[in-house]
C-alpha cells in the first residue's frame, strides 16, 4: 500500500542534511515515502524512529532494522524517544496534513467524496468523532471552529442550520452533514466543502493542540546543529511552525532574559517557505499547497531570568 508520493521529498532530504550515521525522526510516517528515502541515505549506524498513530500506517513498516516505529501521536515525541534510548537526534521532518490514502478510504469519513460515517479520526481507537461535534457542540462553538480552522464565510449561518437539523434527528454520516451543508454552499462548492471539512477534521484530531506541543518539543529533542524540516497544507499550520521557528513558540512572542537577551533556539535555513515546482504539482496534485520550512538548532540555551544579586 502506498498512502501517496512524498511531497517536496528532494528538498525535504536536502534540508535534513542527512549524516550516514546519523538518528533522525520522521514524525508522520503515514505510507513511509519520506522515511524510505531517508533509509536510503543513512549507513549502517544510522537510525530513523517513525511516528503515527493511525493503524493502517503499520501496514508500510518496512524490514530494516534500522528503523524503529512508534504507533503513537508525535506529540509525545520527546516522551517516545526517551523511553528508545534517544535524548536527542540530528533531523525532525513532519509532512502535515492528511495523506491521499486516508482521503481515499471511505469508510474514514475524511472526504466529502464518499457517504460514510462522520468519523475524521486519524486514531480511531480514542477520542471524539465528526459526529460527536456536530451533535453537541453549540451553535457558538461550532461557528468559532468553521470559522478559526475552515474560514468558512457564513459559518454562523452554517452553524446555526447544524445545530436546528441535528433537533430532527442526529447527523451520523457524510450524507446526513452534506443535506445541511449543501443548499449553503457560497463560491465554489469543492473549495467550500473542503474548508468545511477541514475544519472539522482539525477539531476532532485537536491539529493546533498537536502541532503546537510537537514543535516546542523539537528545540529540546535536537541536538545543536540539527535540522527540523516541516511540510505543512494550510495557513494555521504554517503560521505556527514559522513562528516556532522564529521564537521558539507558537505564538511568536520574543522570549528574553533580564538583560534583554532574546532567546532564538533556531537559525533560519528557509527565511521564507519553499514551494513545489509546477513539475511536482502536475505530477501530484496533493503538493498544491504545500509549503517547506528549515530551521537549524542553535547551540543557545535558555537563560534564568534572575538579576545578579548585590552584597550589602
Known amino acids: ?39 536510503e541515505h543513512l549507513g549502517d549506524k544510522g537510525r530513523l524512529i517513525g511516528f503515527d498513530q493511525d493503524e493502517d500506517a503499520q501496514r508500510n513498516i518496512p524490514a530494516d532494522e534500522r528503523f524503529t516505529f512508534v504507533p503513537h501521536n508525535f506529540r509525545y515525541l520527546k516522551r517516545f524517544l526517551r523511553l528508545h534510548g534517544i535524548r536527542q537526534v540530528d533531523g525532525i521532518l513532519g509532512d502535515l496534513g492528511v495523506s491521499s490514502f486516508q482521503l481515499d478510504e471511505a469508510t474514514r469519513g475524511f472526504s466529502f467524496r464518499f457517504d460514510s460515517q462522520l468519523d475524521m479520526r486519524m486514531n480511531q481507537q480514542e477520542g471524539k ?19 478559526k480552522y475552515g474560514e468558512v464565510r457564513n459559518a454562523r449561518t452554517l452553524a446555526d442550520a447544524l445545530a436546528a437539523a441535528r433537533q430532527t434527528r442526529p447527523l451520523r454520516t457524510i450524507a446526513d452533514l452534506l443535506a445541511v451543508v449543501d443548499p449553503l454552499v457560497r463560491g465554489q462548492r469543492n473549495r467550500y466543502l473542503a474548508q468545511v471539512f477541514q475544519a472539522l477534521r482539525m477539531e476532532v484530531n485537536d491539529e493546533v493542540g498537536v502541532l503546537t506541543e510537537f514543535l516546542e518539543q ?16 494550510h495557513s494555521i499550520e504554517d503560521r505556527i511552525t514559522k513562528n516556532v521557528m522564529r521564537t521558539g513558540n507558537a505564538a511568536g512572542e520574543v522570549e528574553q532574559d533580564f538583560f534583554g537577551h532574546i532567546f532564538r533556539p533556531y537559525t533560519l535555513v528557509t ?42
Do not use: W
Open 1 to 39: 500500500m502506498a498512502y501517496h508520493l512524498p511531497v517536496m521529498a528532494e528538498e525535504a532530504l536536502a534540508g535534513l542534511q542527512i549524516r550516514p550515521d546519523g538518528v533522525y525522526v520522521d514524525a508522520t510516517f503515514g505510507g513511509g515515502g519520506h522515511a524510505r528515502l531517508i533509509l
Open 218 to 233: 523539537c528545540a529540546v529533542t535536537l541536538r545543536p546543529g540539527g535540522r527540523l524540516v516541516v511540510i505543512t497544507y
Open 129 to 147: 468523532t465528526a459526529a460527536d461535534v456536530v451533535n453537541t457542540y453549540t451553535a457558538a462553538a461550532l461557528q468559532d471552529v468553521l470559522s
Open 271 to 312: 527565511k521564507k517557505a519553499a514551494l513545489p515546482t509546477a513539475a511536482e504539482i502536475e505530477r501530484n496534485p496533493r503538493a498544491r499547497s504545500a509549503k517547506l520550512r528549515i530551521a537549524e538548532r542553535t547551540a543557545e540555551e535558555r537563560k534564568e531570568e534572575v538579576p545578579p544579586t548585590t552584597g550589602t
